[in-house]
């Protein structure tokens, strides 16, 4: 029960640290508003165009990509794991599957679908 | 039941699986280093690779009859045999796909062939539940690629579209029965099911329901009615080779696997009469749905399509005798499709390479253009259609004979009264090629390499006649492992 | 604790919910959704049944994770084939997708 206490207390001083700066900074500040703050920042240049617009379709290649390569970790995971245990032919399989991952991320960088078009 | 996970004689049973996996590799390799205008060597590569496999395909049978890795699958001589049968196709196809002038094959085109294969390969040699939903996807996703290929042709992108949501949905289906395999009963190797299925543990009703969940995954393979409609959409916007490919190898893979499963597990159910007539019922409504559409279809491909699904019916027709004698059947049956399904492709390509469509009219005239052409279509549709003295025929008598003899008159009864139906579009294309065309006809020139695929496939559909003993008997004693 | 039944009954809905979103829904990229859903249900199908029937089995946290990457697999080849199919058609609607008809 005293471990909760602990991260309760915690939580608490964190909320505090985290809220104190803006509210202080909203009490102490002077206040001077005029049309130009009120804009819309982007980068310091104006905004263009409608903002709901569609992302690029090259967009979800890079996700697909990632997709791949970052769920095939999941079947790595158990096998780190239990490494300690392994015989030797399971430590070669997951060295021939890194392998083969290694060679799909080689191939896709030397096709050039990893530079934004 | 306690099986070795590995040992290093195991390796020697996925030897096909493993050699296509390098071929695949090293067709991407090969594709990024090679300049454009080379591209087209690749073919020759790819076919050169198929070819080496199917050779080095005796070897994943071990000696005797075995379970590897843990019983995920087995070494047998039908795994073999297949392993072979689908190696031979992606030769056969690779050359064809060199020869539309439509599809311009890359590297990643040959290497998804390639995963195809293993994935096929695997569905006939998975022993377990995990290996085959596995071997079912592998297969399945590079399918779906393989028909999206060609990504400037509208059809082609939505063929792919449609058989990746349909597939999808299937294998899920299924993917939720093994679950309920392999939680009631805590195993999910084929012989472990098989025991507590038989010993009545577990209660018929859930071996039943359960079938049917899986039967969605197989049967889509199969393009089995009710899981039929997406394959005329798919055969139809696919590249011709891809769909010469898929009409002849997943669906064998399906029937083998599906057989696997009813013989080896639900065979062994105190009350399997109900699942064969169940199997049977569907059997001949696939047949007689695929042949009432296909007589009235105008393009060829999509003739062919419908009559694919036909020829799944009956394959199915000896799956339901579920004995030594309807695996051979089967198994015969499957190879004699396979190349004669090839060779009626393999015309197809190269008519309409000239025309620019896939409509029956094109073939008017095409015994003026090139007689050996239409004889090669004479050959082929005979062969489908069941005319002796061609392969096809032989397949069907052993078919429908172990069908019989295991009680099934009135399938039989309903396969031969289709067949005669079938025979009137089947013919009906063969006598387009032979009418004269009324304006004059330019010849038509065989390219080398669809010359090599259709001396392969015609020889394949004769000598399957003239060698229809020692085949038979070959597959027969690979059979008899199973029961 | 929770009963078993309440997990496959939940994971069953789920698993409808996700067909039918695959077959009810117009847009790709939603029936793609309805897909995951529906791997996502089996794969608490088989949790469930690994934690309350045979906990000590290897194989079915194997099977879930094989499941995971095999979901992903799906997502990234159907993402792909809708990025075709948008860039080809300018559009996600299946209602458009008409030319295969039989």
Do not use: C
Not at chain 2, 105 to 115: C, M
Not at chain 2, 185 to 210: H, I
């Amino acid at each position: 029960m005293s471990q909760y206490a602990l991260i309760g207390v915690y939580l608490i001083i964190a909320l505090i640290f985290g809220v104190a700066p803006p509210l202080l900074a909203w009490f102490l500040s002077p206040k001077k508003p005029n049309p130009y703050k009120g804009e819309v920042y982007e980068s310091g240049i104006k905004t263009f165009g409608p903002t709901w617009i569609r992302f690029k379709p090259q967009y979800y290649l890079f996700a697909l990509a990632f997709l791949v390569f970052d769920v095939e970790a999941a079947l790595l995971l158990p096998w780190a794991v239990a490494y300690l245990w392994l015989p030797l032919y399971a430590v070669i399989e997951a060295v021939i599957f890194i392998l083969i991952l290694v060679f799909g991320l080689v191939y896709v960088w030397r096709r050039g679908w990893l530079t934004w078009m | 039941m306690e099986q070795e996970i590995f040992q290093l004689s195991y390796l020697q049973a996925i030897v096909p699986e493993l050699l296509l996996l390098v071929v695949g590799l090293l067709l991407l390799g090969v594709d990024l280093v090679l300049p454009e205008a080379r591209k087209r060597e690749l073919s020759v590569w790819a076919a050169a690779g198929f070819a080496i496999v199917a050779l080095a395909s005796p070897l994943a049978y071990l000696g005797e009859p075995q379970f590897v890795f843990g019983g995920m699958i087995g070494s047998e001589p039908l795994n073999a045999i297949f392993a072979f049968i689908f190696a031979m196709a992606a030769f056969l196809v690779a050359l064809l796909s060199r020869d539309d002038e439509r599809l311009e094959p890359s590297g990643v085109y040959y290497a998804l062939i390639a995963f195809a294969v293993i994935g096929m390969d695997l569905m006939v040699a998975a022993t377990d539940f995990i290996m085959l939903y596995l071997a079912l996807e592998l297969t399945g996703l590079s399918l779906y690629l393989l028909s999206a290929y060609d990504r400037r042709s509208r059809f082609s992108v939505e063929a792919g579209m449609k058989y990746f949501f349909y597939g999808s949905v299937a294998s899920a289906v299924m993917l939720y029965g093994i679950t309920f395999i392999a939680g009631l009963t805590g195993q999910t190797l084929y012989l472990g099911v098989r025991y507590l299925f038989a010993s009545a543990v577990m209660p018929a009703w859930f071996g039943m329901g359960v079938l049917v969940l899986i039967l969605a995954g197989v049967g889509f393979k199969v393009a089995m009615v009710p899981l039929h409609t997406w394959a005329p959409d798919v055969y139809e916007g696919a590249p011709t080779p891809v769909t010469a490919f898929l009409s002849v190898t997943s669906k064998a893979a399906g029937v083998m696997a599906l057989m696997r499963l009813l013989v080896w597990i639900w065979g062994s159910l105190p009350s399997h009469a109900e699942m064969t007539s169940l199997i049977a019922a569907l059997a001949i409504v696939t047949i007689t749905l695929g042949n009432l559409f296909a007589l009235r279809q105008k393009s060829f491909k999509r003739l062919l399509a419908y009559s694919s699904i036909t020829q799944a019916g009956y394959v199915l027709v000896g799956v339901t005798a579920l004995s030594p004698m309807g695996l051979t059947a089967v198994g015969f049956y499957l190879a004699i499709y396979a190349v004669t399904n090839i060779a009626a492709f393999t015309v197809l390509v190269l008519v309409s390479n000239r025309s620019g469509s896939d409509w029956l009219r094109d073939f008017v005239g095409l015994q003026q253009r090139s007689p050996a052409l239409a004889l090669a279509l004479l050959v082929a549709l005979l062969s489908l259609g069941g005319v002796p003295p061609f392969a096809g025929f032989v397949g069907k008598i052993l078919l429908f004979a172990a069908a019989l003899k295991s009680g099934f008159v009135w399938l039989v009864g309903a396969a031969l009264a289709n067949v005669l139906i079938s025979l009137y579009y089947y013919l009906n294309a063969v006598r387009m090629a032979y009418t004269r065309a009324e304006e004059p006809v330019e010849p038509l020139s065989i390219p080398v390499a669809s010359r090599w695929v259709l001396v392969i496939a015609t020889a394949g559909i004769i000598l399957g006649t003239i060698l229809a003993y020692p085949l038979y008997h070959l597959l027969e004693r690979a059979a008899m492992v199973w029961f | 604790m929770v009963p078993l039944s309440w997990y496959l009954l939940l994971a069953a809905a789920l698993f409808a919910i996700g067909l039918y979103a695959v077959m009810a829904r117009r847009n790709l990229i939603g029936m793609l959704m309805g897909l995951e859903l529906m791997l996502n249900a089996i794969n608490l199908n088989l949790i469930a049944f690994w934690r309350y029937l045979s906990p000590a089995t290897v194989r079915f946290r194997v099977l879930a994770i094989i499941v995971l990457v095999v979901a992903a697999g799906e997502a990234a080849v159907g993402l792909a084939l809708i990025v075709a199919v948008f860039r080809l058609r300018e559009t996600e609607n299946v209602d458009e997708l008409n030319l295969l008809r039989w």
